[in-house]
């Protein structure tokens, strides 16, 4: 088990582990972006960045303007919003001038109900005993009015006649006066909707024409990326069989083909060689590698009797420690038995004297008087 945990991998070993493999993958992936003859580009594709430039051109003269589109949008909006804002605050003041207006003449302090109770002319005002016959405060008890009486009965009867006329014309003029003002609020939103209709018109058709000029401008740009397109594939075309001539003339020229043992000879070392060229091992080699394998094998062998003669002595150690171990456990409870033992004979014996000595300590009790015994137990203590 000891040997176990030894071999358990640390987190550090895992990160280094971890940081070598990604360094040694990021190698083989520049060597195969670097060594590749196909696919390695020496200098700058210009072409690439004009296309780029004229690309984020178009790009940004649509976003500009999409962005004044929604600007002008906007714009609208906040002067909608104002006239609107702007009638509210008319309604509201018209409203507010109204209700002063209606409270100025139609609830005045005199038309209270309560106003005769703060009068400070109460007393002038004061009204006679009787001057009609529709006099709440002329009660039956007051004596005032009798069957068959109607003193204002002609007065009574204009001054209605008069307040009714009076009424009709006041209801035509507040309702000749609302109209004006229904007409005149509908010509003022009457106008202001064809004002936001022209308007609205007007960034339609801007809208229409960006619209259109940003269509042309996207089939342009199409129609010169397919022109593009077709050369490159073309030009691709004609480079790629260039470069397909020349690795077949290569390959048919160089040593791969040949077999030639010489070109995987390496120039760091001649325990080293190049693994693109490589054809495999010698006899010598593979008899050298078979030994090396077989003593591997011995060592491995020996290392796993030696594991195993180690668990046994460990084994072994462990079964001794636990037979000892058993043994001191057995003289520690026998040792305790005697312990026990020997005290139980120590507490029979305090027992038998404690007995021995109640029982003489109850005959000097009844035998002698009360002082005789504590003075001979004072001397007894001294």
């Known amino acids: 088990s000891r040997f176990a945990a030894m071999e358990i991998a640390q987190p ?22 670097i060594f590749n003859a196909r696919n390695r580009i020496l200098g700058g594709d210009t072409e690439a960045w004009d296309l780029q430039v004229r690309d984020r051109k178009i790009k940004e003269a649509t976003d500009k303007a999409r962005h004044e589109t929604f600007a002008a949008e906007m714009r609208q909006n906040d002067k909608i919003t104002c006239i609107l804002e702007d009638r509210e605050r008319r309604d509201k003041k018209s409203l507010c001038k109204a209700l002063n207006d209606f409270q100025q003449t139609f609830q005045k302090p005199e038309t209270r ?23 709440i405060r002329n009660t039956v008890s007051g004596m ?33 006066g609302a109209r004006a003002a ?23 058709s801007l809208e229409s024409a960006t619209r259109k000029a940003v269509c042309v401008a996207v089939k342009e740009f199409n129609k010169n990326q397919a022109t593009e397109s077709v050369e490159r594939k073309s030009q691709e075309k004609k480079q790629e069989q ?25 120039s760091f070392g001649p325990h080293r060689v190049v693994p693109g060229c490589w054809k495999g091992m010698s006899q010598e080699q593979l008899a050298h590698v078979r030994l090396v394998q077989k003593q591997q094998i011995q060592e491995k062998l020996r290392l796993q009797e ?31 038995r005697d312990l026990r ?12 004297e404690q007995r021995l000595q109640k029982k003489y300590m109850e005959e000097v009790f009844t035998n002698q008087p009360t002082e005789d015994y504590f003075a001979q137990f004072n001397t007894r203590s001294r």
């Not at 971890?18 to 972006?33: F, G, I, P």
């Not at 009486?149 to 209801?171: G, I, P, T, V, Y």
Request: charged share 40%.
């Open 306 to 336: 030696e594991e195993r003669q180690r668990d046994m002595d460990w084994d072994r150690q462990r079964v001794q420690g636990a037979r000892s171990a058993l043994l001191m456990e057995r003289q520690r409870q026998r040792q305790q």
């Open 341 to 352: 033992r020997a005290l139980d004979c120590t507490n029979l014996s305090l027992a038998q």
């Open 182 to 204: 229904q007409r005149c609020a509908e010509d003022l939103y009457s106008k202001t909707r064809l004002q936001f209709d022209e308007r609205a018109k007007h960034l339609q």
């Open 144 to 176: 005032q009015r009798f069957l068959g009486e109607d003193l204002n009965f002609r007065e009574r009867k204009k001054f209605q006649e008069e307040q009714n006329r009076e009424w009709s014309f006041q209801q035509q003029r507040e309702q000749e």
């Open 12 to 33: 550090r070993d895992q990160e280094q582990y971890l940081r070598l493999a990604k360094r040694s993958h990021a190698e083989l992936c520049r060597q195969k972006r």
């Open 242 to 266: 260039e470069d397909n001539l020349a690795e077949i003339s290569n390959l048919l020229r160089g040593d791969l083909l040949s077999e030639n043992p010489q070109q995987a000879a390496s």
């Open 113 to 135: 109900r309560e106003f005769d109770l703060s009068d400070p002319l109460a007393l002038r005002k004061a009204l006679p005993a009787r001057q009609s016959d529709n006099e």
